[in-house]
């Protein structure tokens, strides 16, 4: 019966949508239940004991739906929290940057990565360990961006502000001569456009979400979890706080309509 139950997602937001839409193309037979903690985001600038105590009472609230795998749909939480809660439950887990770093080293030509994501995820360094680890010779470029997640939660995406603040970020990695670029943050898929017009069309961007949703495909088919029956979906969205708000930005992401999402207090629950 285990095949037949959920995936839980989380993120600090709106963000792991974009691996959830990953997960609903790649592997459409599969039930979704996604926590989105809208309350406490943003992550990216909170210290690494806070994103894990905030990761493991998710994984406690997923854990309580009966899913049967986790993935962090966070670049900051899996780079300051998969580590430590992957032994403390028994449940298998993925996060987001070992499969976006991996696809980064594969893909470079001339060894030179950027990457771009919240501070947090910048400063545990934990893409240039896990790069330099695969390849030595490889020389990572990071810059945290920190206004790119509150201008895509206003629906900025597409917006002169938005190209301007992209600019300034990126222009300093760009003197590195990259040829590859990884978003390093959940969020940042959603301004590919605008930052494709700022690196031009030589630069590979990488997007650790679609590498995700492959992971999480071959963890389910090694553990031999995954749901192969054309199953009744029911996926189920919960946030901390704004669950309309949520429910509209998710309506214009998924490729399925999300018709209920709901509050719940994590803390109490979790
Ligand atoms: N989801 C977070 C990440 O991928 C970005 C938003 C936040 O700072 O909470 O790092």
Same mark, same amino acid.
């Given at each position: +019966? ?12 709106? #963000? ?94 001339? #060894? ?36 790119? /997640? ?5 629906? @900025? ?7 301007? +603040? ?7 990695? @760009? ?40 992971? @999480?495909?071959? /963890? ?33 992401? @998924?490729?399925?309509? /999300? +018709? ?11």
């Amino acid at each position: +019966m285990i095949n037949k139950a959920p995936i839980g997602v989380f993120d600090s937001g709106v #963000g792991g949508l974009t691996v959830v839409k990953e997960i609903m193309n790649q592997i459409p037979g599969e039930t979704i239940i996604y926590f989105g903690d809208t309350a406490r985001l943003p992550y990216g600038s909170k210290s690494g004991k806070t994103v894990i105590t905030y990761t493991r009472q998710i994984i406690r609230f997923l854990m309580s739906k009966g899913v049967k795998a986790i993935v962090i749909a966070c670049n900051t939480a899996s780079a300051f929290a998969l580590e430590t809660v992957k032994s403390e439950f028994d449940i298998p887990m993925i996060g987001v940057v070992t499969p976006g770093a991996k696809v980064a080293a594969k893909t470079t030509r001339n #060894g030179r990565i950027g990457v771009i994501g919240t501070e947090g995820t910048i400063q545990s360094g934990i893409y240039n360990e896990y790069l330099s680890r695969t390849d030595s010779r490889l020389e990572v470029f990071g810059k945290a961006c920190p206004l790119f /997640v509150p201008l895509v939660e206003e629906g @900025l995406m597409d917006d002169p502000v938005t190209l301007e +603040m992209a600019r300034r970020y990126i222009s300093e990695i @760009l003197e590195h001569q990259i040829d590859t670029l990884v978003l390093g943050c959940t969020h940042y898929p959603l301004l590919r456009k605008t930052i494709r017009k700022v690196v031009g069309e030589d630069i590979v961007l990488v997007n650790p979400a679609y590498e995700t949703a492959k992971s @999480l495909v071959e /963890v389910l088919t090694e553990k031999g979890i995954r749901n192969d029956s054309t199953p009744k979906l029911n996926h189920k969205f919960y946030v901390s706080d704004g669950a309309e708000k949520f429910k509209r930005f998710a309506n214009t992401i @998924l490729p399925c309509e /999300v +018709m209920e999402t709901k509050d719940i207090n994590i803390e109490e629950l979790g």
